[in-house]
């Protein structure tokens, strides 16, 4: 069991690292205005999150089998109860259990702060399409007579309007 729960956090790992650059070249396209090739990734990127699902489905059963062998509540097996079973129960696989679960939890967090980072660029660049688009449309297009003044004397509403109507 716990060979095969190896193998399934190597393949989740695999996983994390691809899903890692994914989210570098979304970081680059987003920076690039790359839409298309933005669009491109999606799709990789959802199979790769189903794939994950798929090992992580698979990770779960197996620490719930982990636990009944050690006789510990599955809820309160987490990692760090893990590695301290592991290394009392079955020393010869200790080194590469902790390995592997040091190397899951560097590609979580990293995985973690580069997608919070994207999202932060996704925001900014949503802001900046508003912007542009308030500052080219206005909230209100202002409404101009014959000799450029505003229609009534008055501007309906403040603002800075780069396309305005003449009448």
Known sequence: MLRELIEVLKKENEILESLIECGNLKQQY???????ELDKLLPKEHVLLANLNTWEDKRL???EKMADYWQVKREEL???KMLEQVKASFPFFYPEFAEI???LTANLSFLQRLNRHNNE??????QYIETVQVLLEGDEAGVYGQKNNPA????SKPGINLIDKKV
């Open 101 to 103: 679960m040091d190397a």
């Open 61 to 63: 059963m197996l620490q």
């Open 78 to 80: 987490t990692a760090d």
């Open 152 to 155: 009534g004397g008055k501007v």
């Open 121 to 126: 660029l996704i925001e900014q660049a949503l």
């Open 30 to 36: 987003i920076i690039a205005d790359n839409v298309k």
